[in-house]
């Protein structure tokens, strides 16, 4: 377990090599410039001259790689032109709320897929499983910002059960003021895990060590606790793994939706803003985030089914 964990975090560096240089140079490739999104259309060449030399855009982008390689291998991400503070407080003032978020609509998520997926497995071609399998098709075929302004306008516009954005002052606060973005990721990211549960729950179902321990006389719920859904939940977890990179780029949506403080709505300023070393920052962090996940995700699953770790090794 111990060298398989230590593959897979080399297999990483390259990952992350390559997106800081690739989030680099489209950040470049943008049209517009930080210094016309801050000084505006009307200001003067000599103004523009100066602010690009104090902010090292002047130089060519060999040499700005350069300058941002030597501050990343002492552990600075820079300081944002549009806020003028280091990147990693930024990211340290808003990742809190995003992780917060994004653990929320997992929760919700696996709240709302286990059963329904139990239920779907076991009942399977019945109208049961009809209504569930015609139901995970508008979580699966419904924007984001569609499912996020449709929650918006009837549980906060119309019946006033929920703010319509923010983030709160207390902890308590949190959650409630992030239940409807949550809610709003966890209902896509629900389809998706139901179907993947409910296929696994169905060919774990027809196993013969499930007909064998039925045949034993072993109670019905001990049988789908102990011999059905724990190799079904490993495929559920890499399933959850995977798709933690989307859950993060609805985030991105859903935080623009519902006003919430997180790196999402922070990446969309700054892209709009052109603050460059904010944009390569977060994408970095994100990135890192990702593998870290990617791993975990790996660990867990090798755990729950050993041979999956013997079929990665093959």
């Not at 286990?114 to 015609?134: C, I, T």
């Not at 409910?198 to 606790?225: D, M, Y």
């Not at 495929?235 to 991105?252: D, E």
Request: no cysteine.
């Amino acid at each position: 377990m111990w060298r398989y964990a230590g593959r897979r975090v080399l297999q990483m560096l390259p990952t992350l090599a390559l997106a800081v240089l690739a989030v680099f140079f489209l950040a470049r490739a943008m049209p517009g410039d930080a210094v016309s999104a801050l000084l505006g259309d009307r200001a003067t060449d000599e103004a523009v001259g100066r602010l690009q030399r104090e902010l090292g855009l002047d130089r060519s982008p060999i040499e700005q790689l350069w300058s941002y390689l030597g501050q990343l291998a002492h552990g600075n991400l820079g300081d944002s032109i549009a806020a003028r503070v280091p990147v990693t407080r930024l990211i340290a003032e808003r990742l809190p709320v995003t992780a917060l978020l994004a653990a929320m609509a997992v929760v919700i998520s696996l709240v709302l897929s286990l059963p329904l997926a139990v239920m779907s497995a076991l009942r399977a071609g019945q109208w049961p499983d009809l209504a569930v399998r015609g139901g995970l098709q508008v979580g699966l075929s419904a924007p984001i910002f569609f499912l996020g302004l449709l929650l918006l306008t009837i549980f906060a516009a119309q019946w006033g059960l929920f703010p319509v954005g923010g983030y709160g002052e207390t902890p308590l606060s949190h959650l409630y003021y992030l239940f409807l973005p949550a809610l709003t990721l966890a209902l896509s990211f629900t389809a998706v895990i139901t179907r993947s549960l409910r296929a696994s729950l169905l060919g774990t179902l027809r196993a013969e060590h499930v007909t064998f321990a039925r045949s034993k006389g072993i109670p019905e719920r001990v049988v789908l606790r102990s011999h059905v859904l724990r190799p079904a939940a490993a495929a559920t977890v890499s399933l959850i793994g995977l798709h933690i990179g989307g859950l993060l780029g609805g985030a991105v949506v859903t935080e623009s939706v519902f006003a919430v403080p997180g790196v999402g709505r922070l990446m969309v300023d700054s892209i709009f803003a052109r603050d460059y070393p904010v944009v390569q920052g977060l994408t970095l962090v994100l990135a890192v985030l990702v593998s870290v996940t990617f791993l975990a995700t790996d660990l867990v699953t090798a755990w729950l089914d050993p041979r999956a770790t013997q079929r990665r090794r093959a």
